[in-house]
């Protein structure tokens, strides 16, 4: 790199308020970004490990939803060492509100221009990968892009879910989609296409005059829907896919879905998860979730995430399912068979992974103390054993 862009010009923003709504009861209480990964880690731990592996000088997290955990892993794991880069923790209850992903950066100008970066590389706080920067922000300079947009390939059959990007052999941008019903072909992979990781290199003078520019027309100012998208047309806007490590698969996972997340914890519990070594996570990730010591005797746990910090009664038996670092499980809990006699009391995924959580396991509570109702209709009825096995009969789920 030149050394107008050596690594201490630049500035790493990490994006890590977000909900993720479609993670249900995993996110009530915290931040998609504070979701544990492993026994020990939570899932901002990776983007965090890119920019110090990456030897960026300093990097600001900006947090907003739910806050307390991610703030307090931050504190305690990744500003208590002083050898580490500077790490800053910007909330939008004190800089925001932040409205929209480029509003955010908006709202934050004034402490970026007290760091004076050349370059800023804007980072999401929610997604799982190993990559080194510096290629990054390397080809962005090389291109004299005014925006380099990180891109995975993906089988254009699984595409649309993401925003996903045409490009030309010099890997201009020609187009940009969001969740297109037919993903258009990368033309270096065929059968694939090119989906933005949501991660951006720009010269921080240049984006903080298009920001500028916008400031006040757009509320909830975005980069995937409106920075980037203008830069397209304007010709000015680079893809650089991200490279495997070590010879492997690049490893990028989103982790936006219940079945994701699961997927994920049971591909670490048996070590099928191609991390490179060489890349370290900063809260190593050992084979194995939650704690033995939780779990009662006689309880049989198939398929299962056990997150750290759930409780598990004897003789309980459980499948196909995350749970919650909040559920305590009483003795004797027959997941399938509580479901068959209450109804749909826990939230359940698209591939059928069931999420057990205290709010999951009052909910069942309350069904369980529900009494019983008399007949409308008392004098149509002789049996009255029949109308109360009618009346105890499991809740249709449409009731509720």
């Known amino acids: 790199m030149s050394s107008e862009g050596h690594p201490g010009s630049v500035l790493s923003i990490i994006l890590a308020g ?11 209480h915290e931040a998609k970004p504070a979701l544990p990964i492993g026994p020990h880690g939570r899932l901002i731990d990776f983007t965090l490990a890119n920019a110090v592996n990456s030897g960026l000088g300093e990097t600001m997290v900006l947090t907003q939803y739910q806050p307390d955990t991610l703030q307090r892993h931050l504190l305690d794991c990744w500003q208590a060492d002083d050898a580490r880069p500077a790490i800053s923790i910007l909330d939008g209850a004190e800089y925001g509100p932040y409205e929209g992903t480029a509003a955010a950066v908006a709202c934050i100008a004034d402490e970026i221009d007290l760091v004076a970066p050349r370059h800023v590389v804007i980072l999401a706080g929610d997604h799982l990968y190993q990559m080194d920067y510096r290629p990054f922000v390397e080809r962005h300079v090389a291109s004299g892009a005014e925006v380099t947009v990180g891109v995975v390939h993906v089988p254009r059959e699984q595409a649309s879910g993401f925003g996903v990007l045409e490009a030309d052999a010099s890997h201009r941008v020609t187009g940009f989609v969001e969740k297109p019903f037919i993903a258009p072909e990368a033309p270096d992979c065929p059968g694939h296409a090119l989906a933005s990781m949501g991660i951006y290199v720009f010269e921080w003078k240049l984006l903080r005059e298009l920001l500028k520019e916008v400031e006040g027309t757009v509320a909830d100012l975005d980069f995937g829907k409106h920075i980037i998208p ?54 190593p990730v050992h084979h194995g979730l ?17 997150l750290p910090g759930a409780r598990i009664g004897r003789a309980v038996t459980i499948s196909d399912a995350i749970v919650l670092a909040d559920a305590v499980v009483p003795d004797g809990f027959d997941l399938d068979a509580e479901l068959a006699e209450y109804g749909k009391w826990c939230t359940v995924s698209e591939g059928g992974i069931r999420v057990i959580s205290a709010r999951a ?10 009494p019983v109702e008399p007949a409308r209709y008392p004098d149509r009825y002789q049996d009255t054993g029949a109308r ?8 249709p789920v449409s009731s509720f």
């Not at 939650?290 to 056990?306: E, K, M, P, Q, Y």
């Open 18 to 28: 977000g909900r993720g709504s479609r993670l249900h009861d995993l996110t009530d």
């Open 230 to 283: 203008a830069l397209v047309s304007c010709g000015t806007a680079y893809a650089y896919a991200l490279p495997g490590r070590q010879g492997r698969e690049p490893l990028w996972q989103d982790l936006g879905t219940l079945d994701a997340y699961h997927a994920v914890q049971r591909h670490l519990l048996d070590g099928s998860l191609p991390l490179d070594p060489s890349w370290p996570v900063d809260h």
């Open 290 to 306: 939650g704690d033995r010591r939780a779990i009662g005797f006689g309880s049989t746990l198939r398929n299962v995430v056990l």
């Open 361 to 370: 396991l009052q909910r069942l509570a309350s069904r369980r103390r529900r």
């Open 388 to 395: 109360a096995r009618v009346a105890q009969a499991p809740v």
